[in-house]
C-alpha cells in the first residue's frame, strides 16, 4: 500500500488544515467528473478520510495501520486494508455497471464480545469459553434465502449491480454518486421464493460457545480478533470477524501500569533500620526481597521480572515495593525503656512521661 502522505502530497507533520486543503486541490483535478483518473481519486479519499480521524491517524503513524497494532488494535470499520476503504466508500462508482465488491456491502458485520478476567488471569493467559448470539446460516436453505426451486434472480432495480447512482451537488460542484441498492441491499440478486424459515435472509439468530485463547499479558481495552467468527451475511455471503474486548478487574493488592506492577509493604521501623529479608505474595508464587538497612517510608524497592508478562514476548516488566515505615504502638515497659534507652545513645530529645506542659515549662526555668 502506497503511504497515505505521499497519496495526499503531504509532509507527515501536516496539521488538519493542511491534509484538507490538499485533499480539496488534488479532488478538484482527480475527480471523475473533470476528466481525472477515478481510481486515482478513490485512493485519495481513502486516505483522506483515514488521515482526517484522529485516532486512525495516530494509529497509522505508529503502526502503519489505521485500525492499531497487527490491525486488531483498534476499530476502524473492520476493513482489511486501504482497498476495503475504496470499495466501501465507492463500491460501483463511476457507472461501469460493476456490482459492488466491497467488504462491508456483501460480508456480514463484524461482532465484538466482552471477557472479563482477572489480573491473575491476564498475566497467565487462560482459555475462556464465550457465549454468543448472532446471525448464522439458516440450516434450512444452507444460507441461500431461496426456498426449494426458488433460487435468486436478477434484481431489476439495479439491473444486478448492487447500486444505484444519483445525481448529488457537493463542493465540486454536480457529482455523480453510487449508493447501495435498496431493493437488494447491494447484492444485486433478489429472492422471488423466500425460505419460510428465515423468511429470504439467508440466516438466523443462533446462540453458540466460542472458545477464545486468552494471550498472557493482555489489558483492558486489548482486543482479539477472531476471523469469520463475525455474523454471517445474507445469502450465503462471507461471515464478518468477531472481537474480543479484554476487561481486566482491579486487583486489592497490585496496581498495573504498563507492564509493571505496583504494591504496598508495611514495614516494621526495626527491620527498616537494620535491613531484611522479606518473603513477598506476587503474581507468580511467594519470593525473597532484600530490603536494604536504612529504608524509609516512600522508598521503592524494584524486582526485576515480577511484572506483568509483555505481550508477544516472554520477558516480564517489573514489580515495584512501595515501603511505608510502621511504627509500633502500645508498647510494653520493657520495650519503651529499650527504645529510650536508644533514643538517649543517639542524644535524642524525648518527651518526659507523667509531666504535664506547666511541670515541663518549670523544669526548663529551674523553677
Known sequence: MRDLYDILGVPRDADDETVKRAYRRRARELHPDAGGDEEAFKELTAAYEILSNPQARANYDRYGDPRGPGGAGADFGGFGDLQDLIETFFGGFGGGGRRQ??????????????????????????????????????????????????????????????????????????????????????????VTKPCPTCRGQGRREAAETVTVDVPAGVATGTRLRLTGRGESGRMGAPAGDLYVRIRVADHPVFTREGDDLHCELRLPMSQAALGSELTVPTLYGDELVAVPAGTQTGDVVTVRGLGMPRLGSGQRGRLHIHVRVATPTDLTPEQEDLLREFAALRQETLRETGKGLFGRIRDAFGA
Open 101 to 190: 465488491t466491497g467488504r462491508a456491502q456483501r460480508a456480514g458485520r463484524d461482532a465484538i464480545v466482552d471477557v472479563r478476567l482477572s489480573l491473575e488471569e491476564a498475566a497467565s493467559g487462560v482459555r475462556r469459553e464465550v457465549e454468543v448470539t448472532l446471525p448464522r446460516a439458516c440450516a434450512t436453505c444452507d444460507g441461500s434465502g431461496a426456498a426449494d426451486g426458488g433460487g435468486p434472480v436478477t434484481c431489476d432495480t439495479c439491473g444486478g449491480a448492487g447500486a444505484v447512482q444519483q445525481v448529488a451537488r457537493s463542493v465540486f460542484g454536480q457529482m455523480l454518486t453510487t449508493t447501495t441498492c435498496p431493493a437488494c441491499e447491494g447484492m444485486g440478486t433478489r
